[in-house]
């Protein structure tokens, strides 16, 4: 049985950094794309990054390019979101979604998602 779960998140102060994990457990690791989404309330949920089964291929959005970083370890079947320079609306509930790789897509849509982690930026 799949399973993504995330840890992680909390409350953090605007400028604050926290690292959100996504183990994954279930599937063999490192054949898929992992990718980190987000929802804020009343807002559509939104991909903040993904990372190739390898690593070696990473993306992000825009508004968090130079703050966030992604990374895995294959060995711990575990992705990782580093986030730097929070701001308050990087306030989100935050998700690891697993997809199968497609050719010529980085990211593809996700078919696995984990139950998320609450992220709060706030003084």
């Known amino acids: 049985q799949l399973q993504l779960v995330e840890s992680g998140g909390g409350l953090v102060q605007p400028g604050g950094s926290l690292r959100l994990s996504c183990a994954a457990s279930?599937?063999?690791?490192?054949?898929?794309?992992i990718q980190w989404f987000r929802q804020a309330p009343g807002k559509e949920r939104e991909g903040v990054s993904c990372i190739s089964g390898s690593g070696g291929s990473t993306n992000y959005t825009d508004s968090v390019k130079g703050r966030f970083t992604i990374s895995r370890d294959n060995a711990k079947n575990t992705v990782y979101l580093q986030m730097n320079s929070l701001k308050p609306d990087d306030t989100a509930v935050y998700y690891c979604?697993?997809?199968?790789?497609?050719?010529?897509?980085?990211?593809?849509?996700?078919?696995?998602w984990g139950q998320g982690t609450q992220v709060t930026v706030s003084s």
């Open positions: 979604a697993a997809a199968f790789p497609v050719f010529g897509l980085l990211c593809p849509a996700p078919g696995y």
């Open positions: 279930g599937f063999t690791f490192r054949d898929y794309v």
